[in-house]
């Protein structure tokens, strides 16, 4: 299993929890893994192209990834961040 430290922002999608276990060989097959059972993860970080969105940054271990290509290895941890803005 892959450990996924998920955003405060999009912990409302996983019911609270800011750490969670995932399945997957690729960041694409983890995002998958996480969207069957938190409806509307995905979309939040990927769009339609399955591209990162802007504003997103995913890292494995400590280094960062733009593709949902990028292979994910077996108790690796896959990080994902969000910008926060205001004023």
């Known amino acids: 299993m892959i450990s996924v430290l998920i955003p405060s922002q999009l912990t ?4 609270g929890a800011a750490r969670v276990q995932a399945a997957g060989t690729t960041v694409a097959g983890v995002l998958d893994d ?15 192209q399955d591209r990162v969105r802007r504003h997103m940054r995913i890292f494995i271990g400590q280094a960062e990834t733009r ?11 896959l990080m994902i961040f969000g910008a926060l803005s205001g004023g």
Do not use: I
């Open 34 to 48: 996480l969207d069957a059972r938190y409806p509307g993860l995905k979309f939040r970080v990927v769009d339609e």
């Open 12 to 15: 409302s999608y996983t019911d």
């Open 67 to 77: 593709s949902v290509s990028t292979p994910v290895g077996e108790g690796q941890e």
